[in-house]
């Protein structure tokens, strides 16, 4: 049984038996004792008072006596007011770390049939343009959340819906119709989403001077500026034509479809090589091209129920003036659908594919009004996790100079990131000499896992919620809170364990409850043992940052043991044995918790 376990268990029988009292567990507050005082665990006092009906102080020294007493955990205690500081016993160490040891999987809950349900939605591009950085941060986080979940005990459908059709996808089509000669990926030696990111950005600038031509007319036939450059957009042949493409793509014209698919289908094989690139994956891909149907069908059957209102242009609303919000439109006057009607169905499709108990989107945090209105439609429609579902906010992500290299030189591609993160971590591994005696192939495979860790953690380890900028220099640091630091620490560990191990020195299953222990060695188990409230917390709160700051407070405090203490030239065998089994763990525990975050750690570096 756990330390703390172990201890509430006992102070509720001690106060059973002081005062004649049964309280509820919650009522027993343990916290780490601060360090200025003696102990290792602090119990308040404060919430029993009502019950011992004497001073805080008194009631402290009173269940501190008890559990010296009877709880074999507690060596000794003293009290600061109404506060107990316990001194655990060195065997409840020894036990716990034995505990860590046996368990492999250390920090996670298991995943059974009965387990809920949790579908985690990130990425949702567009297939008009190539991912960046903002994806990137939408990428880690989804997945750092879906393994989160997982290690709460959840079964985890990680999911995407990709944004295939509307204007902009027909702006990219159009330009490669009219100035593509027939290009392909293979042709131009480029991936699929980078060319039609080009054709994107080609339209946008045939589309730009053919506005100026036009407002340049209409002004020297004598309009005003503004109603110049009104005009311009209204008649542009360019936009015109696009939503012409549109409107064939909504009325399956066979041409504009096969265009689309072939062109849809470069993007996909370029996302999936950034995917792969980055280490994220999904269990099942929804396209708004089928999504957009069933929510126009879900705002039907709404509006024969009475729960959405039909204007007298033919558009649907719903009205949440109730809920202190506005009319929110469904579909518009000539019955397309908008975003909020495309949630709507991929939400009915995604409920009739999986029996969900708890659905998360990863959006930005511009898109905070969307999903408290899709929260109230979706309850209003009948889907039992519509009212809690959980949109995961975060903010957005910069460079300090605002971009690194892009094509409109204001988007980050995440390919050029990835690829310039790999390459730091290479020439400062090099710089660093800590690729003495390595082959080619194993310098560039730890380039890749040092740039991808560091790229994950130094975007990770901030509070989602928060806009960051992102440094590249200073996340491919091997000293201080990044990615780097905490996978040198692991790698220097494994050899450790190799130089062990060829010494013919081997770790034991277990080891005995009087096996020596000093303060640091202490302060390590009781860090390790800290890594499951930690996991649950972020499970609670979605936070990967939580995971990241704790890994990195475990390798600090790993760090300053092993300043201060030899491990394989220990003083006797016995503290030899105890330093490795510690190493041991907590190299596991820091690769345990850089897992949830989608952090590879090498075993050599």
Request: with cysteine; charged share 30%.
């Amino acid at each position: 049984m756990k330390i703390e376990n172990q201890i509430t268990t006992a102070v509720l029988a001690g106060v059973k038996e002081l005062y004649g009292a049964d309280v509820p567990a919650q009522m027993i507050q343990l916290q780490k004792t601060r360090t200025d005082f003696e102990g290792n665990l602090t119990l308040v006092a404060f919430p029993l008072l009502k019950t011992s009906r004497k001073k805080p102080e008194d009631t402290a020294q009173e269940i501190g006596g008890y559990l010296k007493r009877n709880c074999g955990a507690v060596a000794d205690f003293n009290v600061v007011k109404g506060f107990l500081n316990l001194v655990i016993a060195p065997a409840a160490w020894m036990g716990l770390l034995n505990e860590i040891h046996a368990d492999e999987k250390f920090g996670e809950k298991s995943v059974t049939e009965e387990s809920p349900l949790a579908m985690v939605e990130y990425s949702s591009p567009n297939t008009n343009k190539p991912l960046h950085l903002g994806h990137v941060r939408n990428n880690l986080l989804g997945w750092s959340l879906a393994k989160i979940m997982e290690a709460n005990g959840y079964k985890v459908v990680k999911t995407n819906i990709v944004n295939d059709r509307g204007i902009h996808i027909c702006k990219s089509m159009l330009a490669w119709q009219k100035w593509g000669e027939g290009i392909t990926p293979e042709k131009a030696g480029k991936k699929g989403d980078h060319l039609i990111g080009d054709f994107y950005v080609a339209f946008d600038k045939h589309y730009r001077a053919e506005l100026k031509e036009l407002t340049d007319r209409f002004i020297a036939e004598g309009l005003d500026e503004e109603a110049a450059k009104a005009r311009a957009e209204k008649e542009s042949p360019l936009m015109q034509e696009a939503h012409e493409m549109l409107v064939k793509w909504e009325s399956n014209d066979p041409e504009v479809r096969r265009l689309w698919e072939m062109m849809n289908n470069w993007v996909y094989a370029g996302f999936d090589e950034t995917y792969k690139a980055l280490g994220v994956s999904f269990d099942k891909i929804y396209y708004e091209s089928n999504t957009y149907l069933e929510g126009k069908k879900k705002v039907e059957e709404g509006l024969a129920k009475g729960l959405f209102i039909r204007k007298d242009d033919n558009s649907v609303w719903a009205d949440f003036t109730n809920e202190g919000l506005d009319q929110k439109l469904l579909l518009r006057s000539d019955g397309t659908s908008v975003y909020m009607t495309q949630d709507i169905g991929t939400a009915d499709m995604r409920f009739k594919d999986f029996p969900i108990d708890k659905m998360i989107y990863v959006v930005g945090n511009e898109q905070n009004y969307h999903f408290q209105v899709l929260s109230i439609l979706l309850d209003r429609l009948g889907f039992k996790w519509g009212k809690d579902l959980v949109h995961f906010s975060y903010g957005m992500v910069e460079l300090p100079n605002g971009k690194m290299k892009s094509r409109e030189g204001t988007v980050v591609d995440a390919d050029e990131l990835i690829e310039a993160m790999i390459s730091d971590a290479r020439k400062t591994s090099d710089e660093l000499g800590k690729f003495k005696d390595m082959s080619e192939e194993e310098k560039s495979e730890i380039a890749r896992v040092v740039g991808l860790g560091a790229l994950k953690y130094f975007i990770l380890k901030v509070d989602a919620r928060k806009n960051m900028l992102f440094n590249p220099e200073e996340s491919i640091d091997f000293n201080g809170n990044t990615g780097p630091f905490i996978q040198y620490t692991y790698a220097r560990i494994r050899s450790i364990l190799r130089k062990a191990a060829d010494q013919s020195i081997a770790v034991p299953a277990s080891l005995a409850d009087d096996a020596p222990l000093n303060e640091k060695e202490v302060a390590l188990i009781q860090k390790m043992n800290d890594f499951e409230g930690v996991v649950a917390q972020a499970g609670i709160d979605y936070s990967p940052s939580g995971i990241a700051n704790y890994c990195y407070e475990l390798t600090k405090e790993f760090n300053q043991f092993y300043h201060d203490y030899s491990i394989l030239n220990a003083e006797n065998e016995d503290e030899k044995i105890v330093r490795l089994v510690l190493a041991q763990n907590v190299a596991k525990v820091i690769k345990n918790g850089m897992a949830l975050l989608g952090i590879e750690v090498p075993e050599r570096m």
